[in-house]
């Protein structure tokens, strides 16, 4: 089974609109943490938003926020106010395990912001 | 505050070749990942570092993939003899000791990549 599910391998938005990425996740280890990454063009993987499995709240960052839905097993990504540097690929991945360093990755989502 | 360095940003070599790829973590950090991205496989974890140690090595092809860590600030990832399906965009990685950060999470930092390609 895969351990990180993104079901979305592509999305336009206009700019200015709100987008949502999903991800769901697969673990029966009760510590685990999950991140989400931005890829542009140029390549770089650039560190967005963290949600601990025993954070009591969404994890925000600026524009960015996640929808954590622990009994589903899903993070999903939200993007508020898409502006056209939003263009990416986008990943979601999972660490498990306290001490556990390693990152599982999703397949991604291309996100493309239409003008 | 420089960011993980990696060299050469792009490599053109023939099947058969040696290749090696370099890394510089940030400083002070603690673990060093090498990740390999494709488009048919995403991107995968080959081997990550603690203290200069490798800790898991299970995302290693085969043995023709190495890596080494001799300092806190520089790793190789060696491919002995490279083939075509070796090309890829190859990744290092690094960050803080979970402890030592106030927040409760430790980011990995990326570097820009090293794009391979095996003629």
């Given at each position: 089974a895969q351990k990180i599910t993104q079901t979305q391998p592509g999305m336009f938005v206009q700019e200015k609109e709100a987008v949502t990425l999903d991800c769901t996740y697969d673990t029966s280890d009760p510590s685990y943490g999950l991140f989400w990454y931005k890829q542009p063009s140029s390549g770089e993987m650039i560190f967005l938003i963290y949600q601990g499995s025993y954070d009591q709240q969404n994890a925000t960052e600026g524009r960015y926020s996640l929808n954590f839905q622990k009994a589903r097993k899903s993070a999903n990504l939200v993007i508020s106010a898409?502006?056209?540097?939003?263009?990416a690929m986008y990943f979601c991945a999972m660490r498990e395990g306290f001490g556990n360093e390693k990152l599982t990755f999703g397949t991604g989502t291309r996100l493309t912001i239409i003008p | 505050d420089a960011g993980v360095i990696q060299s050469p940003r792009h490599e053109v070599t023939e099947m058969g070749q040696e290749v090696t790829l370099r890394c510089k973590p940030i400083s002070g950090h603690d673990y060093l990942f090498w990740y390999r991205q494709t488009m048919m496989r995403g991107l995968e974890l080959l081997i990550y570092f603690n203290n200069n140690v490798?800790?898991?090595?299970?995302?290693?092809?085969?043995?023709r993939f190495s890596a080494k860590m001799p300092n806190a600030s520089f790793s190789t990832l060696k491919i002995q003899p490279s083939e075509p399906r070796d090309s890829a965009v190859y990744f290092c990685a690094s960050s803080l000791?979970?402890?030592?950060?106030?927040?409760?999470y430790n980011e990995q930092f990326f570097g820009p990549g090293t794009r391979l390609t095996v003629l």
């Open positions: 898409s502006q056209l540097g939003d263009s | 490798p800790i898991d090595d299970s995302g290693m092809p085969e043995d000791e979970l402890g030592v950060r106030l927040s409760s």
